[in-house]
């Protein structure tokens, strides 16, 4: 599959097949790679903790467990259902979240769009910065049309970067996400590829 790199999206291998393995992205001087059977301790570290489990979906809470599902995501991207993206900070050797893409359809005309960063970069736009280069991924290199996103209605953090990405919130997933002893509503976004192309090339970087 040959790829091309569009004029204003930088940090997209100029030509690769994401099954096979996924092409390393630049973020400003962060890199975005596949997850490593390395990661795992670091995962453990910054993940498995308190306020980043708050609002997510159960994460590994051991090494070995993450080391599971390292190999988990690796064979989910050979089938072509899912990338997911190891984020390195800039001087760092190993990931300290993660921003993963799957399937809805089987073309992989819509997805999902999900992620975990570990609480010590929250605030420091490294999230931002991985999730654009993700984004921009999904919409050239795997031909996405519609990403969706899910955020618990509480989660200000979550539901404001998806606002600041560009995303259009499309309603409300009623009891979507188990909180402990009750249920609470997730919030639905979206973003279509279109809209994603005119937000980038509006951008000061864009040529």
């Not at 903790?49 to 190999?71: E, K, Q």
């Not at 984004?135 to 970067?161: P, Q, S, W, Y």
């Amino acid at each position: 599959m040959a790829l091309h790199h569009p004029p204003g999206l930088p940090g997209i291998a100029a030509a690769a097949d994401w099954r096979r393995a996924l092409p390393d992205l630049r973020a400003g001087r962060d890199t975005l790679r596949e997850l490593r059977l390395d990661d795992a301790a670091s995962l453990l570290d910054h993940l498995h903790r308190p306020r980043v489990l708050r609002f997510i979906a159960p994460c590994p809470s051991t090494a070995d467990g993450f080391r599971r599902f390292i190999r988990w995501t690796h064979a989910q991207r050979r089938q072509g259902a899912l990338a997911c993206y190891g984020i390195v900070p800039e001087a760092a050797h190993d990931a300290v979240g993660f921003v993963q893409i799957w399937r809805i359809e089987r073309d992989f005309s819509s997805a999902e769009i999900g992620f975990a960063l570990g609480e010590a970069f929250w605030g420091t736009g490294l999230f931002m910065r991985a999730a654009t280069v993700v984004l921009d991924t999904a919409f050239t290199v795997m031909g996405v049309h519609r990403v969706e996103a899910r955020a618990v209605d509480v989660n200000g953090r979550g539901n404001g970067a998806l606002a600041k990405l560009g995303a259009k919130r499309d309603g409300v997933m009623r009891d979507g996400f188990h909180d402990g002893d009750r249920f609470r509503d997730h919030l639905l976004w979206s973003i279509l590829a279109p809209e994603w192309r005119e937000r980038r090339a509006s951008e000061p970087h864009a040529s």
